[in-house]
């Protein structure tokens, strides 16, 4: 017996199993000798009965994305094109045609999608939450300045490097000893005003960093002493 198919897109026949590829119809035709028989074969789609997320609700870190894989039921459903959208929270994320999702702030959102086939809906809370600072630091925990000697600089270093708000403020206890003379974010320049003692804080979230500064009236004299001695 010979097997033939009118369409080998649409279905694929051998040894009699008829093979479903595509959605449409066919006619299966089989040869004995000079008989011929034909059925003709409707190839008909795998419907979606449903849609699911693997977790009803994510977080996420300001900053960070994911890619949200829904489930479909059934797993081999013929179209699974789905559409996304955006149900509540647009201000703190955003979400492209794919699934993917970024945080942009701290808050909570609602993400749906849709299939094309039935119209099932599946949806994700996705909770956005800033990174707080966990550390700080600065590069003098103590430091003994001149008047006259110039300006020193004070670098604060903010820990996790993805915190979500590093700003540092400063603040001198004793300005009469000491002010800050300039300043760009996480690094100030410190400028002796008179003898004397003062503390300069630095804050960050919920953490503090304190350098102790002394300021004396002038730098110690150095006297350069040589030798008549050959080298």
Wanted: charged share 10%.
């Amino acid at each position: 017996i010979t097997w033939t198919t009118s369409s080998s897109t649409i279905a694929t026949v051998s040894d009699g199993v008829v093979t479903g590829r595509a959605e449409g119809s066919v006619t299966i035709s089989a040869k004995a000798g000079n008989q011929t028989a034909t059925c003709l074969v409707t190839v008909s789609p795998i419907e979606v009965t449903g849609i699911s997320f693997a977790s009803s609700s994510i977080e996420l870190d300001v900053g960070d994305s994911t890619t949200l894989l829904p489930t479909f039921d059934p797993s081999d459903a013929t179209d699974k094109t789905v559409t996304w959208s955006i149900l509540s929270g647009s201000d703190c994320i955003t979400l492209s045609n794919i699934g993917e999702v970024s945080a942009v702030k701290d808050g909570t959102a609602v993400v749906q999608v849709s299939t094309n086939d039935g119209g099932f809906t599946a949806a994700c809370t996705i909770v956005v939450k800033n990174v707080a600072v966990s550390s700080l630091s600065l590069n003098h925990s103590s430091l003994t300045m001149y008047l006259g000697g110039g300006q020193t600089s004070i670098i604060a270093t903010v820990g996790p490097e993805n915190a979500t708000d590093k700003t540092v403020s400063w603040s001198i206890d004793h300005t009469n000893v000491a002010t800050i003379s300039a300043s760009t974010g996480s690094t100030i320049k410190v400028n002796a005003v008179s003898s004397g003692n003062a503390t300069l804080t630095a804050t960050a979230g919920n953490k503090t960093a304190t350098c102790s500064i002394t300021v004396s009236d002038s730098a110690p004299e150095w006297t350069l002493v040589t030798s008549n001695n050959d080298l």
